[in-house]
């Protein structure tokens, strides 16, 4: 309380770019990099800076910034985004007595391993499309919370895909289809069930390959067999069954949350009364566009989960 008010504040360092390669011989793999995009928000007890000229509370966010880069120096091991987020949480609500709470969120540029005549380059890498999100809160008590991510993950599909059977009004104008393209930008997030920092693994849990494992699960489950595919009535349908593919195939992930855009391909019909058949639309021209587009997103989760 602050002169009859309530005052809840926070505060913090963000867009901390930092990257980090760890050295290997190439029979071991190769030279590894990561590129991150850091933002670190702390709940502090610092209330006399906010209401007076009183700062001997304050964690400048200047050695917040400082910080990131003296752990990203210290882990001479290969960790994770997730690691390297639950490590900045615990020194700010350990280091510092008014530290409460630290939200660590971390974007990754996805930087990949080029391939050379074949073979994996030692040390070459190109940046990909995707990437790789995190977000980590850790408590003073050792509370925590872990959500991972992916976002700007394209889908599409030439066929295979319909809608027919919604509400119709006066004011519906769409037409019922069984045959269209569907294409979407993935932005998922998914919770692991760890609540506390004693109950993070002792040997260390591959985050980064449960990324990739769960980023191959909803390619699969949207696209379907190679040959044949799968048919979606609906992104929502489709939606739910990428999920609950996550859910099934992982028993380390508690919930899982999909932002799904329909992003319209339409079709073209181009005609003047010169030249009556200028363009006809016949399943092969269209007109790709995300302005407006549809908005369709869900969380599934566990029994008892708690996202």
Known sequence: MADGFQLQGRHGKS??????????????????IVEW????????????????????????TDSIKNTVYVKAKEC????????????LGRHFTSLYPQVSEATVTIVERPWERVVVDGKPHSHGFKVGVEKHTTEVIVKKSGSLL?????????????TQSGFEGFVRDRYTLLPDT??????????????????????????????????????KVLADTFFGPPDVGVYSPSVQNTLYLMAKEVLSRFPDISSVQLRMPN????????????????VKFADDVYLPTDEPHGTIEATVSRAMSKL
């Open 15 to 32: 867009r901390v770019r930092v990257s980090r390669v760890w050295r290997r011989p190439a029979a071991a793999g190769g030279d590894l």
């Open 76 to 87: 001479t091991e290969v960790v994770s985004m997730e690691e390297f987020a639950v490590i």
């Open 146 to 158: 872990i959500n991972s991510g992916i976002q700007g993950y394209s889908l599409l599909k030439t």
């Open 263 to 278: 992003l319209h391909f339409l079709p073209v019909n181009l005609s003047s009364k010169e030249n009556p058949g200028l």
């Open 37 to 60: 995009n850091v933002a670190v928000s702390v709940v502090s007890d610092c209330l006399p800076s906010y209401i007076s000229s009183d700062n001997s509370a304050i964690v400048a």
């Open 178 to 215: 069984r045959e269209r393209m569907v294409a979407t930008e993935v932005t998922a997030w998914w919770r692991y069930p760890f609540e506390h920092v004693s109950q993070l693994p002792s040997k260390p849990f591959c985050f980064t390959q449960r990324y990739h494992d769960v980023k």
